[in-house]
């Protein structure tokens, strides 16, 4: 845990005070959530929101004549929950580093923080990273619990391994789900690049445009730009998206703080911005995250069933583990 950063003078700020420089800073445009982008959103009003999700079918039967008897059945749902858990940062940094500053810094810092919340986002909710305890398996561990995962050393090609009827897309289809988008490393643009169907059609359209997605199959394919895809483990997740639920319980707020102390996680005073003339900026935001998976007439053990399921690097197995 890290509570001692600070945007200092000489090696962090330096670049931003005078001397005979551009009158602006160069960066790429800050890359959000992918997951926010693709799931279904929910309205949460409370920090915990219940949600009933079917988990037993109904069963109809045959009478047995004209005075044969009518059997009964039932239909039943389980509870799921959507748990909004705090996202957070502080930024502290000198007043004097402020004032001789001629740039906005915190212009400049707050579309990166927006920036490295949709990092922390997109790492839970795709690879458990920093998880909150109250929220559910991430894709990929619940893809590998329902042995959802595919090698692409067993196939010829990266469209073989995605569309056959033994691949990706087939392990989400078999368990009653229709795949809905795609997320993928940004390697795997080259390796669909040309790819052709049967019919000699493209299967990967790229985007010609910002702000619109590339398709896969005709469906929604998402390259996220914040490096959280771990394409040495799974380069590619597909499934049906309307199973994920997200909630933004509140959205980015940011307050400057010039009054407060900053303390490491013993309680120690690491920084006292009244006494050392410092401010902080600080960034909070409440998110939450469930992954419904209802029961279906294509498979009704919940164990095996789930809609997402991703295709794992050469040199991992199926579980997830390296050769």
Known sequence: MCYNNIIDRSSDAAA??????????????????????????????????????????????????????????????????????????????????????????????????????????????????????????????????????????????????????????????DDGFNVGGFVAAMSVKAKLRGLRDANGGLIFQPSLQAGTPSSLYGQPLEFPMNGVMDDSVTSVFAGDWSNVMMAVRQDITFKILDQAVIQDGAGNIVYNLAQQDMVALRAVMRVAYQIANPINRMNATEATRYPFAGLVAVGFTSDGSPL
């Open 16 to 173: 931003l005070i005078p001397e005979e420089v551009a009158a602006s800073i160069i960066q790429g445009v800050p890359q959000n959530s992918a997951a926010l982008r693709l799931a279904r959103r929910v309205t949460m009003s409370r920090s915990q929101q219940r949600m009933p999700c079917l988990s037993a079918l109904p069963t109809a039967y045959w009478v047995n004549g004209d005075t044969g008897l009518k059997q009964t059945t039932e239909q039943a749902w389980s509870n799921k929950y959507l748990n909004a858990e705090e996202l957070a940062v502080i930024v502290p940094i000198p007043q004097a580093v402020l004032d001789d500053s001629e740039f906005d810094i915190w212009g400049e810092v707050r579309p990166r923080l927006v920036e490295a919340f949709g990092v922390a986002i997109d790492g839970a909710v795709f690879y458990g990273t920093n998880k909150p305890a109250s929220w559910p398996n991430d894709i990929y561990a619940g893809a590998v619990a329902a042995s959802h995962n595919v090698s692409l050393a067993a196939f010829a090609d990266i469209a073989d391994a995605l569309g056959s009827e033994s691949g990706v897309m087939a392990k989400v289809e």
